[in-house]
């Protein structure tokens, strides 16, 4: 299918955006800079500027045949003040009225419409159980989402099918509310929010990333449905399974006054309690990857990781270049190893990575990644990119090198500028039947000298940890994976050398 995605470079959008490439999808995306969007979704992305005029989002939604309305301002971006107030409400509201006056009057027409909405439609409701029928709150979310969904069934009007999912929390990696949530944990600090008995919908991104490629072309899915894993559970217990994941203590609960005090009004969405059941996606068939909210968290936050060990002298070799001295002019001190499996044939999967584009697909939208100038339209030796980046908030620039450049078989990197006092980045690619197997193995030194083993084990080995599982949940999206792939033995070394 053709679809057109509204909010594609968000936290959802993205995952979303390589999922449905990866299903053969036609993309394209309203985005604001076309500059950040290309680095951040890859070149296979046709672009429509937000200031493009109405005719040409017209036209732009007359090449689709489905839309997915994902735009909208972080309901917890900052107090509720009259400004923030208005970007909220606006950057939902007249968002889809604009796309779905564009599709009333494209020709042909797009089939479907997706539009986001949130569980906050029903409000503050306790311990009451609620579902579709239940009838909405009485609060600022809950008219803002009655109004919201009431904009986008405005494209029944043209014979489109608009189905809305009510979303829950979502849950997944280098984004999200759990980005946020995480924060207090790291410096053990976590605990519940308020008294921990309010009711948490929640709901993992692959799930939801399922449910929306689902939705695209099951003709069932229309009207309104709650997007929330079929267990509901309590903040506290969500609080305790955080805990237990990080292994960190959840015992310092952050007092109600104390949220009333600092993000004001914009409190009660932490504070309200939505006990919601998914009963018309029960009664569809849906089927949860993750309905388990422990399993949910491990996926996201201790799976799909790397190992990092110190290197020695039973450590893997790196494959050098005849002509290349760089390590033995820059030694390493670490080593780490990542491998993925792909359900995916090898020549495709090695052609992604042979976009340089796709660099900035692979990397956490925190980090800002973008590249500088106008790199060549593929990877071959001897190139060189340059490329912006933040780490922890400090903007870095990065110089990377080919080294070796094999199809299909691997490729090396090395950093020529940048915060590593070494970095030599090896890419394996094998086939596996109707599976590829790609292992990162890089050999490293942080910076600083001999304190670098102290910032290596506080910071330098944590930051990639979480880059390279991203990195698995991205290649999870695009490619998919087999249910298998999790257990995949990690200790294969492509060189025989282990």
């Not at 919908?201 to 069932?220: F, N, Q």
């Not at 005090?261 to 009660?268: I, K, N």
Request: aromatic fraction near 8%; hydrophobic fraction near 40%; include cysteine.
């Amino acid at each position: 299918m053709r679809v057109f995605i509204t909010g594609a470079t968000g936290f959802i959008g993205r995952a979303l955006t390589l999922r449905l490439l990866g299903g053969g999808h036609q993309v394209s995306a309203l985005v604001r800079s076309e500059v950040s969007a290309q680095n951040q979704l890859g070149p296979e992305v046709r672009l429509l500027p937000a200031n493009a005029g109405p005719g040409e989002l017209r036209e732009t939604l007359g090449g689709c045949d489905a839309v997915i309305n994902l735009a909208g301002e972080p309901i917890l971006g900052g107090r509720w003040n009259l400004r923030r107030r208005r970007a909220i409400i606006e950057s939902r509201l007249a968002t889809t009225a604009q796309i779905v006056a564009a599709i009333n009057k494209a020709s042909p027409r797009p089939r479907v419409l997706i539009s986001a909405s949130a569980v906050g439609y029903y409000g503050d409701r306790g311990d009451e159980l609620v579902d579709e029928h239940s009838p909405p709150g009485r609060d600022f979310i809950a008219d803002l989402c009655g109004d919201w969904e009431a904009q986008a069934h405005q494209a029944e009007a043209s014979g489109a099918r608009v189905f809305i999912p009510r979303l829950g929390i979502v849950l997944g990696p280098e984004g999200g509310t759990l980005r946020q949530i995480i924060t207090p944990y790291q410096f053990y600090a976590g605990g519940p929010i308020g008294a921990g008995r309010q009711f948490m919908p929640w709901i993992h991104l692959h799930d939801l990333v399922e449910l929306l490629a689902t939705a695209l072309e099951d003709e069932r899915y229309r009207g309104a449905a709650i997007a929330a894993a079929p267990n509901p559970i309590r903040n506290g217990d969500f609080a305790r399974a955080l805990g237990q994941t990080l292994g960190r203590p959840s015992l310092l609960p952050v007092p109600a006054v104390v949220l009333h005090v600092l993000p004001g009004e914009a409190a009660t969405v932490l504070l309200s309690s939505q006990r919601v059941i998914p009963r018309v996606l029960e009664g569809l068939g849906f089927r949860w990857r993750f309905d388990d909210l422990t399993a949910a968290l491990r996926d996201i936050l201790v799976e799909n990781g790397p190992e990092i060990t110190v290197l020695g002298p039973a450590s893997p070799r790196p494959l050098l270049s005849p002509e290349s001295h760089y390590l033995q002019q820059r030694p390493a001190s670490y080593l780490l190893r990542h491998t993925t499996a792909v359900k995916a044939p090898l020549a495709e999967v090695f052609a992604f990575f042979a976009q340089p584009w796709n660099l900035g697909v692979m990397t956490p939208s925190a980090m800002r990644f973008r590249i500088v100038g106008k790199p060549p339209p593929r990877i071959s030796r001897g190139l060189q990119i340059d490329y912006s980046l933040q780490v922890a908030g400090l903007p870095l620039r990065w110089r990377t090198r080919i080294e070796e450049w094999r199809p299909n078989e691997l490729f090396i990197d090395s950093q020529e500028r940048g915060p590593y006092r070494s970095w030599w980045h090896e890419h394996h690619f094998r086939a596996a039947g109707a599976e590829t197997v790609v292992e990162d193995c890089v050999y490293y030194a942080p910076p600083l000298g001999a304190a670098g083993c102290a910032l290596n084990s506080l910071f330098v080995g944590p930051e990639l940890s979480r880059i390279f599982r991203f990195r698995a949940h991205a290649m999870r999206f695009r490619f998919p994976c087999p249910s298998e792939a999790s257990g995949f033995d990690q200790t294969h070394d492509p060189r025989g050398v282990l």
